[in-house]
């Protein structure tokens, strides 16, 4: 069985699997599961307060999960697969536990050949969250990992150190609103102004 098959048979379970992404580490569990999603802000320490996004392979699967407006689809189409988290609202089977129960979700395209793997073979939106207690330095390398999410995660996908460092760039299209200025953010303001 390859590390892929392994880690999206865990996402299946309900665990945990850790994986790179072109900006840091990020922390996978099956985002349309209630129990999962608890399972991630418990091991992280979050605050339940704080919506966790969640990752997909492609834009037309993003599609499937919320409700873009022409403009989302547009900026996705854009800036999709990268370090950019795109907030929009979000169909009936994306749980309440994700969103903090807001109306909008935080949607990923990874830029990086190991996450979109994961993210195809496990069938099923996967969390996008850093691999790191709250609070704590994000990871760019395994070896980089809190001691509590490497013993909590069942599969640890590995590439050497992830490109970025700076977190993905959240952003509200609808509202023209950057929530978290990171990777890219000075293009996807002018995008902004332009659109």
């Known amino acids: 069985m390859s590390e892929y098959d392994r880690a999206a048979e865990a996402i299946e379970e309900g665990k945990l699997v850790v994986y790179p992404t072109e900006t840091v580490y990020g922390l ?14 418990e091991v ?17 699967s993003a599609l499937q999960h919320v409700r873009a407006t022409e403009r989302e689809r547009q900026f996705m189409g854009t800036f999709l697969p990268g370090p950019v988290t795109v907030l929009c609202r979000r169909r009936e089977r994306v ?8 109306d909008r979700v935080g949607i990923r395209v990874p830029d990086h050949a190991v996450a979109l793997r994961l993210c195809e073979r496990a069938g ?3 969390t996008s969250t850093s691999a790191n207690v709250s609070g704590r330095e994000s990871a760019r390398r395994i070896d980089d990992l809190d001691p509590e999410i490497r013993e909590a ?43």
């Open 28 to 41: 996978a569990a099956d985002a349309l599961s209630p129990a999962a999603v608890e399972r991630v802000f």
């Open 44 to 60: 992280k320490g979050r605050d339940r307060s704080k919506p966790v996004s969640m990752a997909v392979p492609s834009v037309p």
């Open 95 to 102: 749980p309440d536990e994700l969103t903090a129960g807001q």
């Open 124 to 126: 099923t939106p996967i």
């Open 153 to 195: 995660a069942t599969v640890v996908l590995g590439s050497g150190e992830t490109d970025g460092g700076t977190e993905s760039t959240v952003v509200d299209v609808s509202s023209g609103t950057i929530h978290r200025r990171g990777a890219m953010a000075d293009e996807i303001e002018a995008w902004l102004e332009r659109h």
